[in-house]
């Protein structure tokens, strides 16, 4: 049962100082089929401590019926890593971010009354610490106080970039949280993370003994002087160490060049660093509706172990790093500290632009020489010389006298010109697909006794009806004209996109992209043809994600909408209409994509004509063929945009609009990109623990693409 401490220098298990060496890998983002494989494979790199984020928003999709099943299945998680000898930071949240669905938050609670998200708000307080109660339940035993492997644990995430919208209220929070981690049953020290920028909090209660403040960002080395100064008794650890990005429908790809990050890292420790967690470690997949809006289902994140679980270009590189720090820790940590200043600090920078960074302990001297310059340096290390091109760094070791050298993030034999990693090799396997239709019917062709309509006076939220477990609401009216005319219809604010049919017929779907503000393509504009008399407006709202924090529209998150919003105006005039909505699909209803279900519906199989919004669901036996490979995924080929389930089990959502080579003012330079007029994501993966002997895969395709080219697709390596 170690005893966690921490110093001014370092985590202490039992007195022992330990550094953190830690890889980010969500639970819920692989199947437990992944999760040995995925946890050896740190361990071989190095690793001694996971990082997982706890997504109460999937723990509890509907108030108080609670899932720890399956990939929810945390305590199992838990119990494999401490098999597997790795310690656990444990990121309860419970809003999280992550680029998950809401930050993590289960939608319902827009709906709880007088709720307002991650301030001082009791119905929030109320439930969170409910949430957390429940948590605590199911793994408080893992903690490190009762002999688990759960070291650290954090509560909330980079509070300081939303602390602005709360005045008086966010510190307040801030306090309440800490003051009730006793209370959810929290006995292990906490860590805070904080996001880069000029967003301060002062926490109040940040020289309380048992917090660690954490930092993220791409490159942290330069923040720790400040750190050192604010926190003198706890040690510096990188929360969230960047070494990639996620990746949104129509966006490039990122990377990030492995020596960049390995000598980000490097410094970092370099400099007094205690700890460090890549984010992402193993990004794995969004499964099913869970990635926030906008992102793609893959959360590969250009992580050393990719999205099905296999090692990249960056795990050998950092593999070495970790074992270094892993095999010197006692120096790293306790040594005596000494930097050789080769080119000073300019300006306002905190840190020289290249130095020598010495730990010394008994007969051993690690050191780290570290070039963030602009030019050349050619460094001594004991006997040796070393070469350091600009921007990069090397690691030696001095035993008795004797100096070799341990590291080199840019090695000499490296490629000069920066590549995106290798392309994965996939091959078709052997499966054939030979799809069957269903035409998802437009709300009036729907049978009566299945409409779940509701009457509205103005269009509203979907959200309440919906509660968030379908993408997909119809909204209908009925509009009266004089005269067979043309018309301008405006929806003043839609999320995120609207199909519109006039009587029954096509007119069309807006916007063709999305913007990481959801406002920016919120008013679509349709010109129509109306007749004299009534005219039917049937539209379907589609959604593609909540949002994951306040600033997506400058107010507490707990004010999230989609669908159709406000009254609808023809020819500028706002129409004062009766409306009805049908949350959710006919389809959806029918639970076409279940295999026990989906057989009671006729599907038309042969030849058809392209028709929007259709179901398309196609059988296989599973060869051995598939059994044998290291990863499996579907091509979706020519499809376009819609949902997959492959036995019940949604892969994902698909979107394949090509990527645009946008890439936001503040990230240029932190990463590489690739990918510009390609869709981001044609494949998904499908885990093997959701094979069965025969299966049912099936799709729903918004768009009047078909499922040509559709395949499944195999990997070797
Ligand atoms: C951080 C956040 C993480 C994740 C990351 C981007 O700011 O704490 O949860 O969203 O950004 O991948």
């Not at 509560?155 to 306090?175: F, I, Q, R």
Request: a neutral charge; hydrophobic letters at 40%; charged letters at 20%.
């Amino acid at each position: 049962m170690p005893n966690v401490t921490f110093d001014q220098r370092s985590v202490r298990l039992d007195g022992k100082p330990v550094p953190i060496i830690c890889g980010a890998i969500h639970y819920a983002r692989s199947t437990p089929g992944m999760w040995p494989e995925l946890l050896r494979a740190s361990v071989e790199a190095g690793i001694n401590t996971i990082d997982t984020y706890v997504f109460w928003g999937l723990h509890e999709r509907e108030k108080r019926r609670y899932d720890f099943t399956g990939r929810l299945d945390l305590a199992y998680f838990l119990s494999l890593c401490q098999q597997h000898k790795l310690n656990v930071l444990l990121r309860i949240g419970p809003y999280i971010c992550a680029e998950t669905n809401f930050g993590g938050l289960p939608p319902w609670l827009i709906h709880e009354p007088g709720l307002v998200t991650r301030t001082d708000n009791a119905a929030w307080k109320r439930e969170v610490l409910t949430w957390c109660k429940v948590l605590m339940a199911q793994i408080g035993e893992f903690q490190a106080t009762r002999g688990g492997p759960v070291i650290l644990a954090q509560l909330e995430n980079e509070y300081n970039t939303v602390a602005k919208h709360y005045g008086a209220d966010g510190p307040k929070y801030m306090d309440w949280v800490i003051a009730s981690a006793k209370e959810m049953g929290l006995e292990v020290p906490l860590v805070m993370c904080e996001a880069p920028g000029d967003n301060k909090l002062e926490l109040h209660d940040a020289s309380l003994p048992r917090i660690i403040k954490g930092m993220n960002g791409f490159a942290i080395a330069d923040r720790v002087p400040e750190f050192q100064r604010q926190f003198p008794a706890a040690p510096p650890i990188w929360t969230e160490a960047w070494g990639g990005w996620y990746t949104n429908f129509g966006d490039v790809t990122h990377f990030r060049e492995d020596a960049d990050f390995a000598c980000a890292i490097a410094h970092f420790f370099a400099v007094g660093g205690a700890g460090v967690s890549y984010y992402m470690w193993h990004g794995g997949t969004n499964f099913g509706r869970e990635s926030v809006y906008m992102q793609t289902t893959t959360y590969d994140s250009n992580a050393p172990l990719d999205e099905y679980g296999l090692p990249q270009r960056a795990f050998a590189h950092l593999k070495r790093l970790n074992h270094i720090v892993a095999d010197h820790a006692e120096v790293l940590l306790e040594g005596t500290r000494s930097v050789q200043v080769l080119e000073a600090p300019r300006e306002k920078e905190p840190l020289p632009r290249a130095a020598i960074y010495s730990c010394a302990k008994g007969t051993r001297t690690l050191a780290f020489l570290i070039n963030e310059s602009g030019q050349p340096y050619t460094m001594k290390s004991g006997a040796l010389s070393i070469a350091l091109k600009s921007k990069s760094c090397a690691i030696t070791l001095d035993l008795n006298g004797d100096t070799r050298v341990l590291f080199e993030s840019h090695p000499a034999t490296a490629e000069a010109a920066i590549q995106p990693p290798p392309a994965a090799q996939w091959a078709a396997s052997n499966v054939e697909l030979n799809f069957v239709a269903f035409d998802e019917p437009l709300p009036d062709e729907q049978p009566t006794k299945f409409s779940n309509a509701i009457a509205m006076s103005e269009p509203r939220s979907m959200l309440p009806h919906t509660r968030d477990l379908s993408d997909y609401g119809w909204y209908q009216t009925v509009l009266s004209s004089a005269t067979d005319r043309d018309a301008t219809v405006v929806l003043p604010e839609v999320h995120d996109f609207s199909t519109l049919y006039l009587n029954g017929k096509f007119v069309g779907s807006q916007p063709e992209r999305l913007n990481e503000d959801p406002k920016i393509f919120a008013k679509h504009t349709y010109n129509v043809r109306l007749k004299k008399g009534e005219n039917r407006i049937s539209i379907l709202a589609s959604a593609l994600g909540l949002i994951k924090g306040d600033w997506a529209y400058n107010e507490p998150m707990s004010k999230e909408r989609k669908g159709v919003i406000g009254a609808m105006l023809v020819d500028g005039m706002p129409q004062s209409l009766w409306w009805t909505l049908h949350a959710g699909l006919f389809g959806e209803r029918a639970r076409l994509f279940a295999p026990d279900t989906s057989d009671l519906a006729a599907w038309q199989a042969g030849p058809l004509t392209p028709r929007r919004l259709r179901w398309y669901r196609a059988k296989f036996k599973t060869p051995d063929s598939l059994l044998k490979a290291r990863a499996l995924a579907l091509d979706v080929g020519a499809l376009y945009k819609g949902l997959i389930w492959l036995n019940g089990e949604c892969l994902g959502r698909y979107w394949q609009i090509p990527a645009t080579d946008y890439v936001a003012e503040w990230m240029r330079g932190m990463t590489q990109t690739y990918g510009a007029g390609q869709p981001v994501q044609q494949r998904y993966h499908i885990p093997k623990d959701w094979l069965r002997a025969e299966n049912t895969l099936v799709v729903l395709e918004e768009t009047e693409a078909f499922p040509r080219g559709v395949k499944l697709l195999e990997r070797a390596v």
